[in-house]
């Protein structure tokens, strides 16, 4: 009946050919083909964007089995069709599908049209629309009721491709344009993957699930179909199977799978909700099944959750209890045991175990105690559990490097620091994610004027892992210099980890010198790999020649989103052989400062922020001491934000002095008449150093390049005298800092 319906709709439309054959025709691939250098630049619209195109496909899903209710449509229901390239015939390929909106404007509302409806999957329709994207998903969108036409029924129903969930997105659910992209609107089949998390949301009506592959790979499962709907759904698509009025329940049927389940195949269409690059907060490319036949079970092993580590940062002396859930879907839990090592380079395979114990009074509560370790130690370990018909199961899930993946923690003398948050062993996300955690550090950029515009502490203990950005409240009042202790909820903002601070408190100390910046090569090919800089991320570095007294330089003025790359040399354009730096732009995924005057082009004055001094624009002329500032990261690139003009050394160029930064007010005015004599200067051999200070203070000498070449301690009215001759001749700095690790005076030292 369907079909005769549409033979009378379509020849009633044929008289309208006439006219649509003068709107060009595109193929489906070619409206959805990007080029692997725009989608490396997170570029993913179509060439045709905001074009009226004409273009054929293949039905790919009956349009009885949409269910996508909205109040914006005519009748409550929103149509869409999917369609694959007629040139493929019906088989999946890079960029060969796309997503067709099944209404058309009307007066002042939204019509679904008849034919979006009711096609069924081997028609081939003809489509005229504008092409359009929703959340980056390309769609294109019709403008009157002539622009969908049945034009035949009987090509080959498509088929599912095999894709794997690392093409589109990663471990964090983070869209992977360069390789998912092709798959946008495609039907694919995924293999041998793992529930890890069931979300209910519309009151208890709908839900979706994320899946994951052997490495950890992520992608939602989502319910653009009846096919997903649940019970307590209500049909809303009148061509719909499950309407009562074609013999249905009315109702969704979808069993929700549980939290460990696993899946042989999963398939159904791709669609786009972006995020990553793109700067939206969407779930990555996401999976849609149409038919109850896409999700097919396997034995499902049992279901680790809920693990806890007691403490979470223990110090030498404390032994470690794991706890955790287990239990089986479909059979018992047969033992489960905790694997463990305290030395870096024993293979996962070779670790120790535990097998671990029921709670008391519990059927799925186990628990294991790990041996105390020396300071520093990092301990690697992992979960295991079998049930009683022999399926395993893993936590964490996923390898890295050809080895599986590990939880793991670092034995400290007084609890969790920084580098903690920072450190993960496979490169990945923080192992403290969603948790919240307090730590101590030194303020390095704030959000005063003069300054970065974000706030950043950093642990001056290590030079490693010890940066860290901060979002949240009380942040503003911080100043440069300042020691406080936040607390805040762990977060990966796009591969970026940061803290969402609840609460931040003031030591009273203040050191300028207690952080230095760490000294980078920015031509350095080793240090330039990702898997290296992500140490950095956060922290304050300098990026400078390594022979003393030869100049960095602007080495490509111009790259795309307002960056530039420096590096030792002219030529040095490579990511190998040169470093990003950002700076004049601040928005959704921009957070460099408008402190800064060197930006690629003058536009950035005013786009993305208001630059709070006049743009100097980049050349390849520019050279420079050295340039320091914070390690980002985004756009799958690490670059530096120099946080104000000071953090470009020695330009060959005049930029504007930074005189009216916000300094502390801690413990200025109880060192004002404190008197600190430095004799001889300039010095060869021996320095004396006399404070008239009523308590030992420490003394740091730092060279021109900021690296600390000697700590010492001054005690109170004495002359105190220190061996220099090993100090190379050149320009040095004498902080001396008191016990409170305010620093009282700043004096310019020469070595001859």
Same mark, same amino acid.
């Given at each position: 009946? *369907?079909?005769?319906?549409?033979?009378?709709?379509?020849?009633?439309?044929?008289?309208?050919?006439?006219?649509?054959?003068?709107?060009?025709?595109?193929?489906?691939?070619?409206?959805? !083909?990007?080029?692997? %250098?725009?989608?490396?630049?997170?570029?993913?619209?179509?060439?045709?964007?905001?074009?009226?195109?004409?273009?054929?496909?293949?039905?790919?899903?009956? #349009?009885?089995?949409?269910?996508?209710?909205?109040?914006?449509?005519?009748?409550?229901?929103?149509?869409?069709?999917?369609?694959?390239?007629?040139?493929?015939?019906?088989?999946?390929?890079?960029?060969?599908?796309? @997503?067709?909106?099944?209404?058309?404007?009307?007066?002042? +509302?939204?019509?679904?049209?008849?034919?979006?409806?009711?096609?069924?999957?081997?028609?081939?329709?003809?489509?005229?629309?504008?092409?359009?994207?929703?959340?980056?998903?390309?769609?294109?969108?019709?403008?009157?009721?002539?622009?969908?036409?049945?034009?035949?029924?009987?090509?080959?129903?498509?088929?599912?491709?095999?894709?794997?969930?690392?093409?589109?997105?990663?471990?964090?659910?983070?869209?992977?344009?360069?390789?998912?992209?092709?798959?946008?609107?495609?039907? &694919?089949?995924?293999?041998?993957?793992? &529930?890890?998390?069931?979300?209910?949301?519309?009151? #208890?009506?709908?839900?979706?699930?994320?899946?994951?592959?052997?490495? #950890?790979?992520?992608?939602?499962?989502?319910?653009?179909?009846?096919?997903?709907?649940?019970?307590?759904? +209500?049909?809303?698509?009148?061509?719909?199977? !499950?309407?009562?009025?074609?013999?249905?329940?009315?109702?969704?049927?979808?069993?929700? /799978?549980?939290?460990?389940?696993?899946?042989?195949?999963?398939?159904?269409?791709?669609?786009?909700?972006?995020?990553?690059?793109?700067?939206?907060?969407?779930?990555?490319?996401?999976?849609? /099944?149409?038919?109850?036949?896409?999700?097919?079970?396997?034995?499902?092993?049992?279901?680790?959750?809920?693990? $806890?580590?007691?403490?979470?940062?223990?110090?030498?002396?404390?032994?470690?209890?794991?706890?955790?859930?287990?239990?089986?879907?479909?059979?018992?839990?047969?033992?489960?045991?905790?694997?463990?090592?305290?030395?870096?380079?024993?293979?996962?395979?070779?670790?120790?175990?535990?097998?671990?114990?029921?709670?008391?009074?519990?059927?799925?509560?186990?628990?294991?105690?790990?041996?105390?370790?020396?300071?520093?130690?990092?301990?690697?370990?992992?979960?295991?559990?079998?049930?009683?018909?022999?399926?395993?199961?893993?936590?964490?899930?996923?390898?890295?490097?050809?080895?599986? *993946?590990?939880?793991?923690?670092?034995?400290?003398?007084?609890?969790?620091?920084? /580098?903690?948050?920072? !450190?993960?062993?496979?490169?990945?996300?923080?192992?403290?994610?969603?948790?919240?955690?307090? &730590?101590?550090?030194?303020?390095?950029?704030?959000?005063?004027?003069?300054?970065?515009?974000?706030?950043?502490?950093?642990?001056?203990?290590?030079?490693?892992?010890?940066?860290?950005?901060?979002?949240?409240?009380?942040?503003?009042?911080?100043?440069?210099?300042?020691?406080?202790?936040?607390?805040?909820?762990? @977060? @990966?903002?796009?591969? !970026?980890?940061?803290?969402?601070?609840?609460?931040?408190?003031?030591?009273?100390?203040?050191?300028?010198?207690?952080?230095?910046?760490?000294?980078?090569?920015?031509?350095?090919?080793?240090?330039?790999?990702?898997?290296?800089?992500?140490?950095?991320?956060?922290?304050?570095? *300098?990026?400078?020649?390594?022979?003393?007294?030869?100049?960095?330089?602007?080495?490509?003025?111009?790259? %795309?989103?307002?960056?530039?790359?420096?590096?030792?040399?002219?030529?040095?354009?490579?990511?190998?052989?040169?470093?990003?730096?950002?700076?004049?732009?601040?928005?959704?995924?921009?957070?460099?400062?408008?402190?800064? $005057?060197?930006?690629?082009?003058?536009?950035?004055?005013?786009?993305?922020?208001?630059?709070?001094?006049?743009?100097?624009?980049?050349?390849?002329?520019?050279?420079?001491?050295?340039?320091? #500032?914070?390690?980002?990261?985004?756009?799958?690139?690490?670059?530096?934000?120099?946080?104000?003009?000071?953090?470009?050394?020695?330009?060959?160029?005049?930029?504007?002095?930074? %005189?009216?930064?916000?300094?502390?007010?801690?413990?200025?005015?109880?060192?004002?008449?404190?008197?600190?004599?430095?004799?001889?200067?300039?010095?060869?051999?021996?320095?004396?150093?006399?404070?008239?200070?009523?308590?030992?203070?420490?003394?740091?000498?730092?060279?021109?390049?900021?690296?600390?070449?000697? *700590?010492?301690?001054?005690?109170?009215?004495?002359?105190?005298?220190?061996?220099?001759?090993?100090?190379?001749?050149?320009?040095?700095?004498?902080?001396?800092?008191?016990?409170?690790?305010?620093?009282?005076?700043?004096?310019?030292? &020469?070595?001859?």
């Amino acid at each position: 009946m *369907r079909h005769i319906y549409s033979f009378f709709l379509t020849l009633t439309l044929a008289l309208n050919v006439g006219a649509q054959t003068t709107v060009p025709y595109v193929s489906i691939h070619d409206i959805q !083909y990007v080029s692997p %250098t725009n989608l490396a630049n997170c570029v993913d619209s179509s060439q045709y964007e905001n074009q009226l195109v004409r273009t054929r496909g293949i039905v790919i899903v009956d #349009g009885g089995r949409v269910e996508v209710p909205s109040s914006a449509v005519q009748g409550g229901f929103r149509p869409f069709m999917y369609i694959v390239d007629t040139a493929a015939a019906g088989q999946m390929g890079p960029f060969k599908a796309v @997503e067709v909106a099944g209404w058309y404007p009307s007066g002042n +509302q939204l019509v679904p049209h008849p034919v979006a409806w009711q096609v069924v999957a081997g028609d081939v329709v003809e489509v005229i629309g504008i092409v359009k994207n929703f959340n980056r998903q390309t769609q294109i969108e019709p403008q009157q009721f002539s622009h969908i036409n049945l034009i035949s029924s009987n090509a080959p129903v498509p088929q599912p491709t095999v894709v794997s969930i690392g093409q589109l997105n990663d471990n964090n659910r983070v869209n992977q344009l360069t390789t998912g992209e092709q798959w946008e609107g495609a039907f &694919v089949e995924l293999q041998n993957v793992t &529930v890890v998390n069931v979300e209910y949301f519309a009151n #208890g009506t709908r839900v979706s699930f994320d899946v994951v592959d052997g490495n #950890g790979n992520r992608i939602n499962v989502s319910d653009r179909f009846i096919a997903q709907k649940l019970p307590s759904y +209500q049909v809303t698509n009148p061509n719909s199977p !499950y309407a009562t009025i074609n013999g249905g329940p009315g109702t969704g049927t979808f069993q929700a /799978p549980v939290v460990g389940a696993f899946y042989q195949k999963l398939k159904g269409i791709i669609l786009h909700s972006a995020n990553g690059c793109t700067g939206l907060n969407g779930r990555g490319y996401e999976l849609n /099944p149409f038919d109850s036949t896409h999700y097919v079970l396997g034995a499902t092993p049992p279901v680790i959750s809920d693990i $806890q580590r007691i403490p979470p940062v223990p110090n030498p002396t404390q032994s470690v209890k794991i706890t955790f859930i287990a239990n089986d879907p479909d059979g018992t839990v047969a033992n489960a045991k905790v694997f463990y090592s305290s030395n870096l380079s024993t293979p996962v395979a070779q670790f120790d175990s535990i097998t671990a114990t029921l709670k008391p009074g519990t059927t799925d509560e186990y628990e294991v105690t790990l041996p105390p370790q020396a300071l520093n130690t990092v301990v690697r370990y992992y979960i295991k559990a079998v049930d009683n018909q022999g399926n395993v199961a893993r936590q964490p899930v996923g390898t890295f490097n050809n080895e599986p *993946r590990v939880f793991h923690y670092t034995v400290r003398s007084s609890g969790m620091v920084i /580098p903690d948050l920072q !450190y993960a062993l496979d490169g990945g996300a923080s192992p403290y994610v969603g948790r919240q955690v307090t &730590v101590k550090g030194i303020v390095t950029a704030t959000a005063k004027d003069q300054d970065l515009g974000y706030v950043y502490i950093q642990d001056p203990d290590y030079n490693e892992w010890a940066g860290i950005w901060c979002v949240g409240v009380g942040l503003f009042d911080l100043f440069r210099h300042e020691e406080v202790v936040v607390t805040g909820v762990v @977060e @990966e903002f796009f591969n !970026y980890t940061r803290l969402q601070v609840v609460n931040v408190q003031k030591t009273g100390k203040l050191d300028s010198t207690a952080v230095q910046p760490v000294i980078l090569n920015p031509s350095d090919s080793a240090t330039l790999q990702p898997l290296n800089m992500e140490k950095y991320e956060g922290m304050l570095v *300098r990026f400078q020649h390594p022979t003393q007294g030869q100049k960095i330089r602007i080495t490509e003025p111009k790259l %795309t989103f307002g960056e530039y790359r420096i590096g030792t040399q002219a030529g040095n354009t490579s990511p190998n052989n040169s470093f990003r730096v950002h700076a004049g732009r601040q928005s959704t995924t921009a957070f460099s400062s408008l402190w800064v $005057q060197l930006v690629t082009d003058t536009m950035y004055a005013t786009v993305d922020g208001t630059m709070n001094v006049p743009p100097i624009v980049t050349s390849d002329t520019m050279t420079f001491d050295a340039v320091q #500032g914070i390690v980002f990261f985004s756009f799958s690139n690490y670059k530096l934000h120099p946080r104000a003009n000071d953090d470009f050394l020695g330009a060959n160029f005049q930029m504007l002095p930074v %005189t009216n930064r916000p300094n502390s007010p801690l413990n200025t005015k109880e060192f004002e008449n404190v008197r600190v004599a430095i004799y001889p200067n300039p010095a060869k051999d021996i320095l004396n150093i006399t404070s008239s200070l009523s308590e030992n203070a420490t003394v740091t000498i730092t060279d021109i390049q900021g690296r600390v070449v000697k *700590r010492i301690e001054l005690r109170p009215f004495e002359v105190n005298t220190y061996d220099i001759t090993n100090f190379k001749p050149g320009l040095y700095i004498v902080s001396l800092t008191c016990q409170k690790g305010t620093v009282i005076s700043n004096s310019k030292l &020469v070595v001859q």
